[in-house]
């Protein structure tokens, strides 16, 4: 079998697959399982991600969200970062030998819990005119046509900065009433970037399933309380995308290599080691002790990026009994929504108006 894609980390005794199409159309997407922990996986022999086109990547990226979504119903899942690719099978068990502590902690933590994604807009146009309206706003403009006469610029900056703080309070005061009702429902927040003026609230909220019905009833409560001047748009159940998705870096020999020659060192190595080994050539380097370089910053970027890769490489010595071949950096973080967001809001799909 050639590279593999990697989707997600799931609790599997055994190996099998799954009637969903991986990121090439590949079928089946399959389970490699190692000690009660699974690799949701498929074939991968096309081009890297990296050299394809952004709609090939948008629609990976749905296929990607599809397959993890189609083995969440009843079992916890760690996602795996989009993009992901390991050696083969033999690389997919060393990964889950290597990081089996983390994945089961990851996975306890997660236990019955989905993440519900929440996005509330308004009317930008609208919310405009009511201030417009406004007696503060009128007092301010006035205020500030007294104060700066004849410099129409300043005038327009100033009363512009006092729109957008007027609006921001406004925004403040819708997020603390659906936090306040929905906050108290949920195991974990994640607040997402407001990606336009038009999104109040962007939030993904870790929840235990047997809360979702009194969550969407509390969401249905702000919804009243908000008197249509906000929509909400709900989607869920996900997987946990936003609090646990699994960052995978297998860790290369020739680049391993590469990053003992930058650094000078030989034989067993240790963090110690690697981070005085750093500090030793990073300050010849700014004392230009070596033959001038033309571009010092590279020099140093170089040092940092080899310390950074054996340190990884030491960690990850300590997580596992294997030899030096079929090691990785492994993290499990929260994810950047911004990611996600495009696909999520711009495309149909289970939106469920409150």
């Known amino acids: 079998m050639g590279n593999l894609y990697l989707y997600a980390i799931i609790d599997a005794a055994r190996d099998g697959a799954v009637d969903a199409p991986g990121v090439d159309g590949a079928r089946p997407v399959q389970v490699l399982s190692q000690d009660g922990l699974g690799c949701l996986v498929s074939r991968h022999e096309g081009p890297a ?79 405009l005119k009511e201030l417009g309206r406004d007696g ?27 729109v957008k703080s007027c609006m921001d309070r406004r925004r403040a005061h819708y997020r603390e009433r659906v936090m306040s009702a929905l906050q108290p429902m949920a195991a974990a927040v994640s607040h997402n970037l407001l990606l336009s003026d038009a999104l109040v609230i962007n939030v993904a909220f870790l929840v235990e399933r047997p809360r979702l019905r009194a969550f969407d009833e509390a969401l249905r409560s702000v919804d009243q309380l908000c008197d249509s001047e906000i929509t909400f748009r709900l989607i869920g159940p996900l997987p946990p995308y936003s609090f646990a998705t699994v960052e995978v870096s297998p860790l290369r020999q020739p680049q391993l290599e590469e990053a003992r020659r930058t650094l000078d060192l030989e034989g067993p190595l240790t963090e110690g080691q690697v981070r005085r080994a750093y500090r030793r050539l990073a300050a010849r380097q700014q004392r230009d002790l070596d033959p001038p370089d033309r571009h010092p910053g590279q020099a140093l970027a170089r040092l940092r990026q080899a310390e950074e890769l054996l340190l990884r490489w030491c ?11 079929g090691l990785f950096s492994i993290s499990i973080r929260g994810t950047r929504r911004e990611q996600i967001e495009p696909s999520r809001f711009g495309q149909p799909g289970p939106l469920l108006p409150v």
């Not at 079992?75 to 290597?98: I, N, W, Y």
């Not at 960690?315 to 071949?325: I, K, L, M, N, Y």
Request: aromatic share 4%.
């Open 136 to 162: 503060e706003v009128a007092r301010a403009r006035a205020a500030i046509l007294a104060q700066h006469r004849g410099q129409p610029l300043t005038q327009q900056v100033l009363l512009g900065q006092f």
């Open 49 to 127: 991600l990296a050299d394809t086109s952004k709609e090939v990547l948008v629609r990976r990226l749905l296929a990607h969200q599809q397959v993890v979504e189609s083995v969440m119903d009843g079992r916890a899942v760690l996602p795996v970062k989009f993009g992901t690719l390991l050696a083969g099978p033999e690389e997919a068990r060393c990964l889950l030998s290597q990081g089996r502590g983390a994945f089961l902690d990851a996975l306890a933590s997660l236990g019955n819990k989905v993440e519900m994604e929440l996005a509330a807009t308004w009317d930008r146009d609208r919310v």
């Open 315 to 325: 960690r990850a010595r300590g997580e596992t009994s294997h030899d030096s071949d």
